[in-house]
């Protein structure tokens, strides 16, 4: 299933957008939004593989909502734009939009933006597998980074950040960080819980390689200074605290 979230400020366009995302068997409706601040909390929360979002919303447009995914996602969601006004094509393409409808669309065009969708999900999904990170019991993984098969000493990994549908692998034993094709989600199930911990909705980092605490940001080896998340601080900062020696 691909699991999807529709947003509209409109009531009655939300409410079309809704109902023809149930007719589509392969797509899994999670949350149906009136804002794109309103869907970003159920992205920070959960895996989000598509949106299908309206333009021209009040407080932050859904241009520019595409946009801010971009950044740092690992694998951010796909996107199909829906809008009265036609002008706004050529800019939704430069976005990395998946489809674009144009209102008033009937179900025959949504069904093939949808099928779109399933395409390249599918498309992603199998390249996820291929390079899929395969570990052993003496803290190694291999990964697949350009063209050739790379081994990665875990306890050498300083820290991990996520970009658009890369990781960037820090290591203090390699001069240039290892780029793969991975996501976030799929490198934390080969790490161990007790010496990485996600601090950002970009990074990820050895906790053995902690310096410093200050304000929002860590400072690892080698003065790398990495930013604290809002939804990553409250259990980061419970680690450190039990951490802290005390009289």
């Known amino acids: 299933m691909i699991k999807c979230i529709a947003i509209d400020d409109e009531p009655l366009a939300l409410k079309k957008l809704v109902t023809y995302i149930k007719k589509i068997p392969y797509l899994e409706l999670v949350a149906e939004c009136r804002s794109a601040i309103e869907a970003q909390k159920v ?59 144009l209102k008033p669309y009937g179900f025959d065009e949504f069904e093939a933006a949808a099928q779109k ?9 199998q390249a996820m597998t291929e390079v899929s990170t395969q570990s052993d019991d003496e803290g190694i993984i291999y990964v697949k980074s350009d063209y050739k098969i790379v081994r990665i000493v875990i306890e050498n990994i300083r820290y991990i950040e996520a970009m ?68 990553y601080k409250d259990a980061f900062m419970n680690y450190v605290n039990s951490k802290i020696l005390t009289k």
């Open 117 to 125: 969708v399933k395409d390249i999900h599918e498309i992603r999904h």
């Open 43 to 101: 992205i920070d929360e959960q895996e989000i593989d598509a949106v299908f979002l309206d333009i021209n919303m009040p407080d932050l447009n859904g241009m520019d909502f595409a946009k801010s995914l971009e950044q740092g996602h690992s694998q951010g969601p796909l996107m199909v734009f829906t809008t009265a006004y036609s002008e706004y094509a050529i800019e939704g393409y430069k976005a990395n939009s998946v489809g674009y409808l």
């Open 164 to 231: 658009s549908e890369y990781l960037r692998i820090a290591c203090d034993d390699r001069d240039k960080p290892v780029i793969v094709l991975l996501s976030m989600k799929k490198i934390e199930e080969h790490l161990p819980s007790s010496s990485f911990m996600r601090i950002h909705r970009s990074f990820i980092i050895n906790l053995k390689k902690i310096n410093e605490v200050k304000k929002n940001h860590v400072i690892l080896d080698g003065d790398v200074s990495l930013p604290i998340g809002d939804n």
